[in-house]
Nanobody
Framework: VQLVESGGGSVQAGGSLRLACVNS??????????MGWFRQAPGKKREGVAV???????AYADSVKGRFTISKDNAKNTLYLQMNSLKPEDTAMYYC??????????????????????WGQGTQVTVSS
């Protein structure tokens, strides 16, 4: 599994960005994976943002609920994160993550780094006030 993120950038508060994560590995499709987005702001621990299961079930951190949408296009082997109504506190490096293993937890409990074995290199999102 090889994950490559794109779509980060600088935007003013209230704006939108769409992040993409392409699974460039040839062996496994996104259809076979549980995938998620995490973020890490300077001086802070990495935190889970959103997760999408193989069946399309999703869960979000409370801080982004109603503003961010996670989705995937299995035909394109790509994961997305649509981010609307961005706030300065959303500024962080955003990482795509994936696992082929089952996660024995539900809802937001799946948003833990230890469940995910494959990671992208990250894409920077900066939101100015």
């Amino acid at each position: 599994v090889q994950l490559v993120e794109s779509g980060g950038g600088s935007v003013q508060a209230g704006g939108s960005l769409r992040l993409a994560c392409v699974n460039s590995g040839n062996k496994y499709s996104t259809n076979a994976m549980i995938m998620g987005w995490f973020r890490q702001a300077p001086g802070k621990k990495r935190e889970g943002v959103a997760v999408i299961a193989r069946d399309g079930d999703t869960a979000y951190a409370d801080s982004v609920k109603g503003r961010f949408t996670i989705s995937k296009d299995n035909a394109k082997n790509t994961l997305y994160l649509q981010m609307n109504s961005l706030k300065p506190e959303d500024t962080a490096m955003y990482y795509c993550a994936a696992t082929l293993l089952p996660i024995r937890a539900g809802g937001c409990a799946r948003l833990r780094e230890l469940y995910f074995g494959s990671w992208g290199q990250g894409t920077q999102v900066t939101v100015s006030s």
